[in-house]
């Protein structure tokens, strides 16, 4: 049967980008995929960013991740769900893909690229880490694979490595499909620049967990349309970041309303954004709540991890005896 995987990184509480690119799709995947589908908080990858790397936060960051996930829907019952470091044949299949992979081709990838213009020094990880990512998706030979646009290339990479692999030790792998569904959501950030991300501050980002005055804070400054100078200038919603999270949270009536109201200047663009919070509130209160009743027993979280590494191991193990034999290693 066809097997997916995903990772997830541990950035703490996720933001609404995560929550429509990639939570929402884990749980529907879940539900027909069951223990088919794996979902990993890929904390191996995190040292290779040192701009974001934080080692006395990342233990409760990743925690926090597997609490809002869980809070989402994913049932632990359902699909193996676990924490990448406690499996240790991530980091051994990375090391034999290592090997084999020309540098070239890693010196090709744009987010190498990208990151690489902003450090002075480069660690050899953020290089490496597509090579990582292949080890991550082949470990447990999953051929699905649902990313954003941006992961692309990573997953063109990753089949590459399984052609080489296959050509030359036998074949052994699948080679994975990138899946971009429409919930692989561009979520915009707050500030109106470019995708949400972390990386800008809290200021671009509106939390999963976040409190609802906080949100509206947010919102309250958020930039609109820049012809909209008066209330009684018309406006384009094609172009408005808060008309984008209109069609994430409201209803049709709301969304049709703000759409033709705005475009003739029936509601200005703090009615707008007042029209936007019960959609939010409807969607995300069900979510915080449930992250509250779990967080009175983190031990809870904390054994349904323990039990998804356990359950990813057994299919880890017997794939990495499988390399190891055809690579011609000695057995134990």
Sequence with gaps: M????????????????NLFGAMFNYVKLGEQYGKNALYCIVDLHAPTNPLAYDKAALTQRTYEMALANLAVGLDPEKVIFFVQSQVREHSELSWLFTVQTPLGELERMTQYKDK????????????????????????YKADTVPVGEDQVQHIELTREIARRFNHTFGETFPEPKAVLTKEALRVPGVDGHGKMSKSKGPSSTIGVLEDFGSIWQKLRVAPTDPARVRRTDPGNPDICLIFDYHKL??????????NVECRRAGIGCIDCKKA???????????????AAELAKDPDRVRAALHSGAEQARAIAAPVMEEVRSKMGFMPE
């Design 2 to 17: 066809s097997r997916v995987f995903s990772g997830i990184q541990p950035t703490g509480e996720p933001h609404i980008g």
């Design 276 to 290: 936007l919070l019960p959609g939010i509130e409807r969607i995300l209160s069900p979510i915080q709540d449930r």
């Design 249 to 258: 949270f409201s209803d049709l009536p709301t969304i049709e309303m703000v």
């Design 116 to 139: 690489a213009d902003k450090l002075e020094s480069i660690p050899s990880g953020l290089l490496m880490y597509p090579v990582l990512m292949a080890a991550d998706i082949l470990l």
